[in-house]
C-alpha cells in the first residue's frame, strides 16, 4: 500500500508562524522532503526545523532556480521518483515556504509524481501567505470593502508592470525584480509610491520594513504592498 504524501506551508520563514496543524504533523512524519536549489540553506527548513523529532530523516530534493524548461522537467521527475521510493513503504511530507497553493514549487512535484501513479494520495496543510505576514508586519490593512485585491508575481516587462498597476485596488508584488526604478517611476505617476512599502525576510530577526520609495535594489523572499488608491 502506497503511503500519503504531505504538502506542508510553512509561512513565511518564522517558525511561530507555522499553524497548530503544521506542527503536528512535522512532529508525526518519519520522512520530510525539503527543496535545496543549491544556494543557502532551505528558509523553508529552518522553520520547520524546530519541530522535527529525533526520528525524521530529511531528504533533500534539488530543484534548481532556473527558467530552462528542460532542466526543470529533468529535476522534477527525479524528485518524483525520490519521493515515490518512499512512498512505498510509508507516509512523507514536503515542506515549502509561504502556503503550498500560491506559486508553489510543491505544485510541480505533485504534477510529476502523479504520472507516476495518479492513485498517490495527497493531504494539504496551508500556510501562512507571506504578503498577508508582511501586511501584519506592516501594520498595514490589504484590502478593505469590496474593493479588490491583486496578487501576482513581479511581472516580466514594463507593459505588463504598467497594466498590473491599473488597478485601483490594493496589490502585492511577490519575486520583486532587482531593478525597482521602472516599478517606482510608475506608481509616482499614479501618485501611489509614497504608499507603497516593501518588506524583506518577513518575521526573520533580518526583517526590514521601508517605504519602497527609499529601496535601492530588489531583494529575495520581499514582498511589496501597494495600498488601495488614494485611501492611505
Known amino acids: 500500500m502506497i503511503g500519503t504524501l504531505w504538502g506542508i506551508g510553512v509561512g513565511p520563514g518564522a517558525p511561530d508562524l507555522l499553524t497548530v496543524r503544521a506542527v503536528r504533523k512535522l512532529q508525526e512524519i518519519d520522512v520530510l522532503f525539503v527543496p535545496d536549489s543549491g544556494a543557502n540553506r532551505s528558509v523553508a527548513e529552518l522553520a520547520a526545523r524546530p519541530y522535527l ?55 510541480y512535484l505533485v504534477e510529476a509524481i502523479r504520472q507516476l501513479d495518479s492513485a498517490v494520495k495527497i493531504r494539504l496543510i496551508p500556510g501562512v501567505p507571506s504578503f498577508s505576514a508582511a501586511a501584519a508586519a506592516a501594520g498595514l490593512p490589504l484590502v478593505t470593502g469590496k474593493r479588490n485585491l491583486k496578487i501576482l508575481p513581479y511581472p516580466e516587462n514594463t507593459l505588463a508592470l504598467a497594466e498590473a498597476l491599473q488597478d485601483p485596488g ?20 499614479r501618485g501611489r509610491l509614497n504608499n507603497a512599502t516593501r518588506v524583506t525576510r518577513c518575521g526573520l530577526p533580518e526583517q526590514v520594513i521601508e517605504p519602497l520609495a527609499e529601496c535601492g535594489a530588489g531583494e529575495y523572499l520581499s514582498v511589496i504592498l501597494i495600498p488601495e488608491e488614494g485611501d492611505l
Request: charged share 25%; no cysteine.
Open 170 to 189: 490594493a496589490i502585492v508584488l511577490l519575486k520583486p525584480a532587482k531593478d525597482l526604478n521602472t516599478l517606482k517611476e510608475l506608481l509616482r505617476q
Open 53 to 107: 523529532q529525533e526520528h525524521t530523516r530529511v531528504e533533500y530534493l534539488h530543484l534548481p532556480m532556473t527558467r530552462d524548461k528542460d532542466e526543470l522537467r529533468a529535476a522534477w521527475t527525479k524528485a518524483a521518483w525520490q519521493v515515490f521510493g518512499v512512498l512505498q513503504e510509508k507516509d512523507a511530507a514536503f515542506i515549502t515556504i509561504g502556503d503550498v497553493s500560491l506559486y508553489s514549487t510543491w505544485t
